[in-house]
C-alpha cells in the first residue's frame, strides 16, 4: 500500500483543518488506518489510529474531543479533521497503515505500522 497525505497548511491558533490520506489502487480494507506526527526535535508521536475490527478510533489525550478521523470506503480516503488547533500541534502530519492487532498498547508504537505516507506540514500560529 502507497499512501498519500495531504491537506496541512497554515492557520491560526483556534482554526481548523482536514487532511486527507489515500492510496491509489488499493484498498483500507484489511489495515488499522492511523496518524502520526513529528514535531521539529521531537520524536515522532502517535496521535490517532480507526481499528478495523472493532471499527472504532483511538486518540491520543491531547487531541481527544478536537480531532476526529473518519473514513470514506468508497473513495478509499481516509481523514482528520483537527478543530480548535493549538501552536503545540505544529508538526508534519503521517498517515500510516498497519496490520490489525489485539495488543491495545502496540496502537501506539511506530513499529506497529508498515506503511507511512510521505507527511504534510500543519502548522499552527499563535
Known amino acids: 500500500v502507497q499512501l498519500q497525505a495531504s491537506g496541512g497548511g497554515l492557520v491560526q491558533t483556534g482554526g481548523s483543518l482536514r487532511l486527507s490520506c489515500t492510496a491509489p489502487g488499493r484498498t483500507f480494507s484489511s489495515y488499522n488506518m492511523g496518524w502520526f506526527r513529528q514535531a521539529p526535535g521531537k520524536e515522532r508521536e502517535f496521535v490517532a489510529v480507526?481499528?478495523?475490527?472493532?471499527?472504532?478510533?483511538v486518540y491520543t489525550d491531547s487531541v481527544r474531543g478536537r480531532f476526529t478521523f473518519s473514513r470514506d470506503n468508497a473513495k478509499n480516503t481516509v481523514h482528520l479533521e483537527m478543530n480548535n488547533l493549538k501552536p503545540e500541534d505544529t508538526a508534519v502530519y503521517y498517515c500510516?497503515?498497519?496490520?490489525?492487532?489485539?495488543?491495545?498498547?502496540?496502537?501506539?508504537?511506530?513499529?506497529?505500522?508498515?506503511?507511512w505516507g510521505q507527511g504534510t506540514q500543519v502548522t499552527v500560529s499563535s
Open positions: 500510516v497503515a498497519g496490520t490489525p492487532t489485539t495488543i491495545l498498547s502496540s496502537l501506539r508504537d511506530t513499529g506497529r505500522y508498515d506503511v
Open positions: 480507526y481499528r478495523r475490527n472493532t471499527r472504532t478510533t
